[in-house]
């Protein structure tokens, strides 16, 4: 299959980064390489540096860009490297940084990759196949409350409790193995008149699983705090999520970059010293258009925030 990735919201990244010729960019999420086509194409004497866990992804990205090889470092890492990898690659600050934090088109459609249930596969769903980690060690490993809890917690599901409990019940004599198996202990966990909706029921747990499974908010505040960090002045960080729990995640972070003080509110003297350090560029955050909606279903979901570094 090939690995093929429409980028959301393309248009309004590349404008929110406000490329400069000779800049240098970070793409924190390669996937396809769709945005970082669309930022190579703006650069003149400038450099990308493309981060993806997905080896897959690197390989189709590394094709994809191959006539710019000279301008891309490719880094086979989670994105949660970036002030690491940055030092050792001997970079300081950067002009702007992309985070697309959404799933490939390419990881939920190759039913191999057993991220989607609306497709038979291996009960996988790693975006790095170097993980030994997978959604069969959650399915089958965790006890009933753990489950329940990455499923609420995650997955911002009401029957979480439920469902945990029937998977627990069901994989006593028969351990899980593929995406059916568990979709349909999800659908009917839920009463007969809501059945008929099929394995879409199934979009909480499936996510909820997931995000266990790659850790995808695990350090996600931190990075979007390093990051902007490393801006130079004048500098943008473009973040797109495609769920509550991630936009929240960005949102505060921004908000405490924005901040002048962040000492307790009772306290009469600031004692932090804490100064603001970003612009936020989009007070509410940018969604696709209609024109991109018809297009892309994908992005109904997807939000996207901007950052200028002072």
Not at 82 to 90: H, K, N, P, R, S
Request: net charge neutral; glycine share 8%.
């Amino acid at each position: 299959m090939q690995f093929v990735h429409k980028p959301v919201l393309a248009r309004e990244c590349i404008e929110g980064l406000n490329i400069k010729p000779d800049g240098i960019y970070v793409d924190g999420t390669l996937g396809g390489a769709g945005h970082s086509l669309l930022i190579l194409e703006k650069l003149t004497g400038g450099r990308l540096i493309g981060f993806d866990k997905d080896g897959e992804a690197l390989a189709a990205a590394k094709e994809r860009l191959a006539g710019y090889a000279g301008k891309v470092t490719y880094v086979h890492k989670d994105f949660k490297t970036f002030t690491a990898t940055l030092d050792e690659l001997g970079v300081g600050e950067v002009d702007g940084v992309l985070l697309d934090l959404g799933v490939s088109s390419y990881q939920l459609d190759n039913a191999e990759r057993g991220m989607s249930y609306n497709a038979e596969g291996p009960l996988d769903m790693r975006m790095d196949k170097e993980q030994s980690f997978t959604a069969m060690d959650v399915v089958n490993g965790y006890g009933e409350k753990q489950l329940a809890d990455v499923i609420y917690e995650y997955g911002e599901e009401r029957l979480s409790r439920k469902i945990a409990a029937a998977i627990v019940k069901r994989r006593v004599n028969n351990p899980y193995k593929t995406t059916s198996e568990l979709a349909e202990t999800v659908i009917a966990c839920y009463p007969p008149k809501e059945r008929y909706k099929g394995r879409s029921l199934c979009k909480r747990t499936f996510q909820a699983i997931r995000i266990e499974v790659n850790g995808e908010l695990d350090g996600l505040y931190d990075t979007v705090v390093a990051a902007a960090r490393r801006l130079k002045k004048g500098g943008r960080i473009c973040v797109i999520t495609f769920h509550s729990l991630e936009d929240r995640i960005v949102k505060r972070a921004f908000a405490y970059l924005y901040s002048d003080c962040v000492c307790p509110p009772h306290q009469p003297i600031c004692t932090c010293d804490k100064k603001r350090e970003i612009e936020i560029i989009t007070r509410k955050p940018v969604t696709a258009s209609a024109g991109e909606l018809e297009e892309n279903k994908r992005s109904a979901s997807a939000k996207l925030r901007i950052a200028e570094k002072l």
